[in-house]
């Protein structure tokens, strides 16, 4: 008989629904050899790399059904009220909004432009952007949401596309104007753009020389005058108090944008935390020296779990008492601040991806 299987290490669904890009639907077959998997997809809206990727995800996911098959949402300490965790599932199954920052057009431009091509903006959550509605006439009517590279002001720079929560990251981090920062984990760029408009100098490194030319590609489209580069952060080659401030959004298991990104979901496994938080501790360590006197250390995830977040931090906090948190409150809303004043959003709460930041200033 044939299976559309409801349940996964984390977050209770196979069915992909929610990207502007595709539909993907995962299922198993048991029969006389064993469990058989099954995909279907849209072969004109999949590149090649990405079903590879698809189906090596699904391939570790079923593995881990046999191995682990009680892992369950409820196991995570943020979302453990039921009605908060159906609301989180809802989410995660729901087709995300596509959201724009503007770049080279203002805001203005954009609403107008979009306007004259039928095309619906509305403010984003904490006015964080600038979100495209449904422009059909009936809201029974289907509604997909076009590729980005389909819209006005794409080839010309006009916008760039990046969820509020990220947006307001940027915006936590309160980098006074003219402030020498380092993006150490830097692609795809929506974040040393913000810093940039915000008024820093930014320098943008990533580890990984295949996500450089996206990188260097949003900083060139966007119009902004940041100097990319291959960079590990654990041997980077800048000298000691180099930075007024260094951004480290950290690889992360992705468990906030799992709406924006599914594919995070099927590759999520018990031990992927601890070694998660572990790497995310030794690149948070390695950024320090690199803040000077007085400067800022931004530490960021999109994760929603406390292990790889505050964790994380009041690890680093023991080990490096010339730091100190040095949250910025009026920099975003109340309600996106945590007592110990971090940020925080969380998709089920604020309606936007679910992020995490912390401001340390190094006073020694």
């Known amino acids: 008989m044939k299976r559309a299987f409801r349940g996964c290490p984390v977050l209770d ?50 593995q881990g059904i046999v191995v682990n098959p009680e892992r369950r949402i409820s196991e995570l300490p943020l979302i453990a009220e039921p009605e908060r965790q159906q609301i989180l599932l809802a989410w995660n199954d729901t087709k995300p909004s596509l959201t724009l920052q503007p770049a080279r057009w203002d805001r203005e431009r954009l609403t107008r432009q979009f306007h004259e091509a039928g095309i619906g903006l ?29 819209l006005p002001g794409f080839a010309e720079g006009g916008f760039i596309v990046q969820d509020p ?50 990188l260097t590609g949003t900083a060139r489209r966007a119009g ?25 959004d950290a690889p992360c298991s992705a468990t906030g944008t799992m709406a924006r990104h599914p594919d995070a979901r099927w590759r999520l496994t018990p031990d992927l935390f601890p070694r998660a938080a572990a790497r995310q501790a030794r690149l948070v360590a390695a950024a320090a020296p690199l803040v000077r006197m007085g400067g800022v250390l931004i530490y960021a995830t999109c994760s929603l779990e406390p292990e ?57």
């Not at 690890?315 to 100190?324: E, I, K, N, Y």
């Open 13 to 62: 669904s196979f069915r992909w629904r929610g990207t502007a890009k595709f539909d993907l639907m995962f299922s198993l077959e048991e029969g006389s050899e064993g469990l058989a998997g099954f995909v279907e997809y849209d072969t004109d809206l999949f590149e090649a790399t990405t079903i590879a990727r698809m189906l090596g995800h699904f391939q570790t996911l079923l």
């Open 122 to 150: 509305t403010d984003a959550p904490f006015g964080a952007g600038l979100r495209i509605t449904r422009d059909h006439p009936s809201p029974s009517m289907s509604f997909r949401v076009p590729r980005p590279s389909s």
């Open 165 to 214: 929560a990220h947006a307001l990251v940027a915006r936590y981090a309160a980098i006074p104007a003219g402030a020498l920062v380092y993006d150490a984990c830097a692609a795809p760029g929506g974040k040393a753009v913000a810093l940039e408009r915000m008024g820093a100098k930014v320098v943008a490194g990533d580890a990984r020389p295949d996500r450089l030319p996206r």
């Open 224 to 248: 902004v005058a940041i100097r990319c580069l291959a960079a590990d952060l654990e041997a980077a080659p800048f000298g000691p108090g180099r930075f007024d401030a260094v951004l480290m």
């Open 308 to 364: 790889e977040n505050s964790a994380v931090v009041e690890d680093f906090l023991s080990q490096h008492p010339g730091f100190t948190r040095a949250p910025a409150p009026a920099a975003v809303p109340a309600e996106l601040l945590t007592p110990a004043g971090d940020f925080q959003s969380l998709p089920q709460r604020h309606g936007v991806d679910g992020a995490y930041a912390t401001r340390l200033m190094r006073r020694a």
